[in-house]
Nanobody
Framework: QVQLVESGGGLVQAGGSLRLSCAAS????????MGWYRQAPGKQRELVAT???????NYGSPVKGRFTISRDNAKNTVYLEMNSLKSEDTGVYYC??????WGQGTQVTVSS
């Protein structure tokens, strides 16, 4: 089993920044992809960003150029640096170890 613990969500004004963290523990494959998805009220869950353990990153179109995903393989932790936040970035952000597990989610609210 894999456990994912997220932290760093909260309330921020438009134009501001937040940093999310997600630590994985348990049976983690040596080769893996971790990342973030988000879900706004009334909308489907969508890709924010993923990153392989080799550092190859992939971003959803709405966040390209504003968000940066990174990871510390030694700590099995993935980070999401979110800059120039917009009200449409509001939602629950879920960490994932792709194909294995999801976190509980952390709320991000951007006020305009």
């Amino acid at each position: 089993q894999v456990q994912l613990v997220e932290s760093g969500g909260g309330l921020v004004q438009a134009g501001g920044s937040l940093r999310l963290s997600c630590a994985a523990s348990g049976s983690i494959p040596r080769i893996n992809t971790m990342g973030w998805y988000r879900q706004a009220p009334g909308k489907q869950r969508e890709l924010v960003a993923t990153i392989t353990n080799f550092g190859l990153a992939n971003y959803g179109s709405p966040v390209k150029g504003r968000f940066t995903i990174s990871r510390d393989n030694a700590k099995n932790t993935v980070y999401l640096e979110m800059n120039s936040l917009k009200s449409e970035d509001t939602g629950v952000y879920y960490c994932t170890l792709v194909g294995r597990a999801w976190g509980q989610g952390t709320q991000v609210t951007v006020s305009s």
